[in-house]
């Protein structure tokens, strides 16, 4: 293709072109920062799932308004054109596929973020070792704040090769678990009860959602799990800790014994 | 019989006894509630006005009425008619029944009903356990409870369980008890919050659950209109049905004592606009206005807070306390309303005082004022049947404009989860409101006092910290758009 053909496939950009064209890079950006901005604010002042609604429409409109911009701003650039178009996205497709390859993956998995959502803002989510409430889905990577405030970007191109464990799947209800560990004789349906008692008594439990307390035994004694929701899903290690809290004292103040395991030193493992 | 039915409502009736699920809340005027949507939507968008600190401001032209005054004027609540009614129903009541709930909102005082019930049947009034008992061992109370067939009456079932787990064991065995039939016939009241919750608890659904319906603005009209007429009105107003008969001598002890039965003409005017909002003992006969369908609406139908609410809106003039005036009886009262905007007086102005805003308040009532006011320093007699002249004494309470408590900015998870422990026991001392929250004890603590010091809760002389009737509606949306548990009624 040589000079002459590829200018050929360009618009000649006058002063009336680039002010278009200015106009609509302008305002695209400027709605995407104000949908970034507003909507987020608008959805911390809510709770439940109008919040979760709201925070999970942002990266949807950015893309419409994205997708908006760019076919605006085409016909100004280029003759539109079968031929102009699959010449241009053909070299423009190559070039990115070599030179940019990680970061092209990226974006079209944050397209496909977008359409299956697997997360969206407000979701606590899963993705290889690390765990947070996502709170912004960008055109390349998704950020989580973790529990130890952290925020942590990872690019959406972890969608092709990592599963993505969702806690709450765009619903304000998430599921917490505490664990019990008591020595192994006992009257295992009063521990049952308490358990259940207890979760039903938190003050932050979501009355209405299922309360489960699953047991199994160990060869050092009984492990007990007391699975329930909170009424948010920020709530989750509050309830996770005062389930933890109010359970043991209960089970000590009924005389129930944990299960205590004596500690081996690292070495005898090794030596042994 | 409980009427499920409002086609069997009959006119003038007050209190009927309906099936939880048929209490109907009374609808707000429409300018209100598009008033009160304007006010959270510019909440939602951070334009909030600086939190108010009461929910009535200092008012430097009018003053509250004294204690005396307002229990002459808005005697406390008369059961006796609702017991009657009571009574009526459980006459038609199955056998089958083991027991009745009847679900008291918030303040609503439905444990006094259920008390003078007991006083007039003279049945067995079992006194709630103690905290102590209810988290500890509760075998002694469960005990005493009666045993055979004589009907007995528990005002307060929220009073016997708390949100731990050492405090759900007694109100379980009481229902185990209810539902074999070991107890006899029961009437339990209980706090609309609390039964909200105990139905995760226990089986609620297999008990019959009623309460009283929510007074609407035409009831409410009537109910203050024959408070206001010296509180007797209402047993001769009601149905036939409603009067009873053979009534004990000893009565509940809200019932006013030594108060006059008879008045003379009573009118109730807007403090800002002059407009008649009700009147007693008097020929004018007006229509319920929206400020109290208004009032209904903001109370939710519950008699106990908008009565609270209304006797925190009373007011007199400095100057005549007793505001006994003469009104000329011509069209003054029809007019008042249209012509105040129009009219210069500075009476009005004063009547309104500091509750109200300038230049309304300037122009307000006072076609009424002039009326009035003018009239009444010349013909102010003894209160009551005395006659001046040929016109008639009216006495005219002012009614100082509608407040709408908001909850001062800020407030988080920390304040909802006690605000939501208050609400479901009905009001908890703070040692163990303290012990049921997971927070540090000093932490709860000063969030009592911080709630205490907004008027958001208020301690009562029983020790126990309640949500106070002002802010009651505010914190119940504040905790269900937080998704917290609230009440069906």
């Known amino acids: 293709m040589d000079t002459e053909t590829i200018n050929a496939l360009f618009r000649r950009l006058d002063t009336g072109a680039l002010l278009e064209l200015t106009l609509i890079l302008v305002g695209a950006v400027a709605l995407i920062l104000l949908v970034q901005k507003a909507l987020p604010w608008l959805a911390n002042r809510l709770h439940g799932k109008s919040r979760h609604y709201l925070l999970a429409l942002v990266p949807l409109l950015r893309l419409i308004i994205v997708i908006g911009a760019f076919l605006l701003a085409v016909p100004t650039l280029i003759e539109p054109s079968l031929q102009n178009m699959v010449a241009i996205f053909g070299s423009l497709g190559l070039a990115l596929g070599f030179a940019l390859k990680d970061y092209a993956s990226s974006l079209v998995a944050g397209i496909v973020a977008v359409g299956e959502a697997p997360y969206r803002n407000g979701d606590w989510v899963q993705i290889g070792d690390t765990y947070g409430e996502v709170t912004y889905v960008g055109m390349r990577a998704v950020n989580l704040v973790t529990p130890d405030d952290n925020l942590v970007s990872i690019p959406h191109a972890k969608l092709w090769t990592e599963p993505i464990s969702n806690a709450n799947n765009g619903s304000p209800q998430l599921q917490c678990t505490a664990d019990f560990y008591l020595h192994p004789i006992h009257d295992g349906a009063r521990v049952r009860e308490l358990l259940f008692d207890v979760a039903l008594t938190s003050p932050y439990l979501a009355l209405g959602e299922p309360i489960a307390v699953v047991a199994a035994e160990q060869p050092w004694g009984t492990r007990y799990r007391l699975r329930a929701y909170p009424i948010d899903a920020r709530q989750q290690f509050r309830f996770a800790t005062d389930l933890t809290l109010r359970a043991k004292a209960e089970l000590l103040r009924q005389g129930f014994r944990m299960a205590a395991v004596p500690a081996r030193p690292e070495s005898a493992g090794v030596s042994g | ?489």
Not at chain 2, 406 to 427: F, K, N, T, V, W
């Open chain 2, 1 to 489: 019989m409980a009427s499920s039915d409002s086609e069997t409502e009959q006119p003038g009736l007050i209190w009927e006894l309906v099936a939880l699920s048929d209490y109907r809340l009374p609808s707000a005027p429409t300018a209100t509630s598009a008033r009160r949507g304007l006010s959270s939507l510019k909440r939602l968008f951070g334009r909030r006005q600086p939190a108010r600190q009461g929910p009535v401001k200092s008012e430097d032209e009018l003053h509250r009425l004294e204690p005396e005054r307002l229990d002459a004027i808005t005697s406390p609540i008369d059961w006796r008619p609702a017991a009657q009614l009571l009574q009526e129903a459980l006459e038609q009541r199955s056998k089958l029944d083991p027991a009745w709930f009847i679900i008291s909102p918030p303040a609503a005082g439905y444990a006094d009903l259920l008390e003078t019930w007991a006083a007039q049947q003279a049945v067995a009034c079992i006194s709630s356990p103690s905290y102590a008992i209810v988290a500890g061992d509760n075998s002694g109370w469960l005990a005493d409870l009666p045993t055979d067939d004589t009907p007995w009456v528990l005002p307060r079932l929220e009073r016997c369980w708390l949100r731990h787990p050492a405090g759900l064991g007694l109100v379980r065995a009481l229902f185990d008890r209810l539902l074999s039939g070991k107890l006899g016939f029961g009437l339990v009241g209980c706090d609309s919050w609390a039964w909200a919750y105990l139905r995760y608890v226990v089986p609620t659904q297999a008990v019959r659950a009623l309460t009283l319906q929510a007074l609407d603005g035409e009831r409410l009209a009537n109910w203050l209109g024959q408070l206001a007429a010296g509180g007797s009105a209402e047993l001769a107003a009601g149905s036939p049905t409603n009067l009873p008969t053979g009534l004990p001598t000893s009565l509940p002890t809200s019932l006013p004592t030594g108060l006059p039965v008879a008045h003379g003409p009573r009118r109730f005017r807007h403090a800002q606009s002059g407009t008649l909002l009700l009147a007693v003992n008097d020929d004018d006969e007006i229509g319920v206005t929206s400020e109290l369908r208004y009032l209904a609406a903001q109370s939710r139908g519950n008699p106990g807070v908008a009565l609270r609410l209304w006797r925190s809106r009373l007011r007199s003039e400095p100057d005549k306390p007793e505001a006994v005036e003469a009104e000329a009886d011509d069209e003054s009262d029809a007019k008042a309303s249209e012509e105040s905007g129009e009219e210069a007086g500075g009476k009005a102005t004063d009547k309104a005082g500091g509750k109200t805003d300038g230049k309304a308040v300037d122009k307000a009532s006072d076609k009424a004022g002039d009326t009035v006011g003018d009239k009444a320093g010349d013909e102010t007699g003894d209160r009551g049947g005395d006659k001046a002249g040929d016109k008639p004494k009216v006495e005219t309470i002012w009614v100082a404009p509608a407040v709408e408590l908001e909850l001062p900015s800020g407030l988080d998870e920390a304040e909802a989860l006690i605000l939501h422990a208050l609400l479901l026991h009905d009001g908890l001392p703070t040692k163990v409101v303290e012990g049921l929250l997971p927070h540090a004890r000093f932490q709860t603590h000063s969030l009592l006092l911080q709630l205490a010091a907004a008027e958001v809760i208020q301690s009562e002389p029983d020790g126990c910290w309640r949500v106070t009737v002002f802010a009651y509606a505010a914190v119940r949306s504040f905790l269900a758009g937080r998704r917290f548990l609230v009440d069906a009624v």
